[in-house]
């Protein structure tokens, strides 16, 4: 798996560790995403909707 999406894993795990309002996921370093990729924002995606936490991408590129 992908450093930048194990780094999304620990900070979004933490942030919601932290009991945020919201999580808000700047994409805009990444420039290909797998299946690998989707299945880590889904998974946060899936975490923060259990809390009640907004979990959203930010500055996608279009493909």
């Known amino acids: 798996m992908n450093t930048r999406w194990l780094l999304l894993i620990n900070r979004s795990s933490k942030a919601l560790d932290d009991h945020l309002d919201a999580v808000l996921i700047d994409l805009s370093g990444i ?3 797998d299946s690998s990729g989707i299945a880590v924002l889904d998974e946060q995606y899936g ?17």
Do not use: E, V
């Open 31 to 33: 420039t290909f995403c």
């Open 47 to 63: 975490a923060a909707a259990d809390r009640g936490i907004p979990y959203a991408p930010s500055m996608c590129s279009p493909g």
